[in-house]
């Protein structure tokens, strides 16, 4: 990894998408310091720490504390990711949207402005909720229609550019731009919850007991990070053959290939729609104030901060609902991106075929047995990377805002950064051959 980063120094081309990556994200950064005007920081502080500590905790992994800071990118790039997933489902329920998909880059780039546009949206209509439903409370210095005009436009305007800024990265810099400003968000906040860890296990404890928990602490992260690397990069690879066909003179087909059928298939998807749908209670109640103790239970049930508490078990139910949650949506997102019948059929189109297997509905079964078997494993290595965190945090109250979801996105995103940086190497070195 480092020969990589040390080699692509030395190439002029990629070391100016490496130097304008940097500087961006030198941007974001400051950006995520500057405050809305008209806003009250101090009074949105305290009323983000009384949350329960998963929905903080979501909220400033995925904003880089910008949220929690009220700065001008609050909402960061969290209505582009939620509209991409909207995109993506809309994609496969809409026809013309799917044949505009399949038309080229022309559809992409035509699905990549829609997109722009319900980005917009979003956060238009999030910044509104945020300026009008705290501005009552006491997050405006003064309520009134020019203060929340201020907000909204402020909140939009820096959602809007945080976009922009994604997409220069991935046209002049290296890598997706909007993975890695969301990878720069999750970073910003580990100094912080390490030094907490430190502070809480190490710090004042004897040398022995201190030691022990540093060691059990760097043992955890960095077997969780070697898991995630495994799961993101396990693959089950299908053998092809394709048949020889005689035109002519000339003879086609002939080679073997293979479908590379991914273990984690639906990536983070299926933690990112399970840690959603838990979380929507907790977020309409933080808006209300209910009394009711049996409602308040069912919010604890909701809420991993409560989880694995070994003086209160009951909440822990709500893990099971998780574990279930992020198995269907493994299965679900895979079923809509991945259609078995019609590679089945393309393979037969091209006169491909899998050895033992007869082309046609015999390989698609076939490919959904198999697919259905990976997928499980897929999801179960999804479940113990995200649960390992909320298990420390409920057993011994390790709490930090990082956690399963926010390890797979950065080992995700640094190894296909890495990915892209070798092969503009090797294009480079490709084109430096043929030019002598």
């Not at 402020?154 to 976009?163: D, H, N, P, Q, R």
């Not at 697919?371 to 113990?384: D, K, Q, S, V």
Request: aromatic share 12%.
């Amino acid at each position: 990894m480092l020969e990589t980063v040390k080699n692509a120094f030395r190439i002029k081309d990629i070391r100016k998408k490496l130097f304008f990556t940097l500087l961006m994200l030198v941007v974001i950064r400051l950006g995520s310091q500057l405050p809305v005007p008209g806003t009250d920081r101090g009074y949105f502080a305290q009323w983000f720490a009384k949350q329960n500590g998963d929905f903080s905790g979501f909220l400033n992994a995925f904003t880089g504390g910008s949220f929690e800071n009220m700065s001008l990118f609050a909402l960061n790039i969290t209505p582009y990711i939620t509209s991409s997933i909207i995109m993506q489902l809309l994609t496969i329920a809409i026809p013309k949207l799917e044949e505009m998909q399949k038309d080229g880059e022309d559809g992409r780039k035509k699905i990549a402005s829609i997109t722009r546009y319900v980005t917009v949206g979003l956060a238009l209509f999030e910044s509104t909720a945020m300026a009008i439903g705290f501005g009552r409370q006491g997050l405006l210095q003064e309520y009134n229609a020019l203060n929340v005009i201020t907000v909204i436009a402020a909140l939009t305007a820096g959602s809007a550019f945080l976009m922009w800024i994604g997409e220069q990265i991935t046209e002049h810099g290296v890598g997706n731009g909007i993975s890695i400003v969301l990878t720069i968000n999750i970073v910003a906040s580990m100094p912080q919850d390490f030094t907490s860890l430190f502070e809480q296990f190490v710090k004042g404890k004897s040398f022995a007991t201190g030691a022990l928990a540093f060691v059990i602490i760097i043992a955890i992260v960095l077997g969780t990070i070697l898991l995630t690397v495994i799961l993101n990069g396990g693959e089950r690879r299908i053998p092809v053959s394709y048949a020889k066909k005689i035109q002519g003179r000339k003879t086609y087909g002939g080679q073997s290939s293979n479908i590379p059928l991914k273990v984690n298939t639906a990536g983070v998807i299926p933690i990112i729609f399970a840690s959603s749908i838990m979380q929507l209670p907790i977020v309409i109640s933080s808006f209300f104030t209910v009394k009711s103790q049996g409602f308040a239970k069912f919010i604890q049930v909701m809420s991993s901060s409560y989880w694995f508490k070994p003086s209160d078990l009951f909440p822990t139910i709500g893990a099971l609902i998780y574990i279930v949650l992020v198995i269907f949506f493994a299965y679900f997102y895979t079923s809509i991106t991945f259609n078995p019948l019609e590679v089945a059929d393309n393979m037969k189109k091209q006169g491909g075929f899998i050895p033992g297997i007869r082309p046609g509905k015999p390989t698609s079964e076939y490919l959904t047995k198999i697919l259905n078997y990976i997928i499980f494993i897929g999801a179960i290595g999804l479940l113990i990377v995200a649960l390992v965190p909320i298990v420390c945090n409920g057993l011994f109250g390790a709490s930090v805002s990082f956690g399963g979801t926010s390890l797979i996105i950065v080992v995700s995103v640094i190894l296909e950064t890495l990915k892209q940086v070798e092969s503009q190497m090797l294009v480079r070195n490709y084109k430096g051959f043929l030019s002598e």
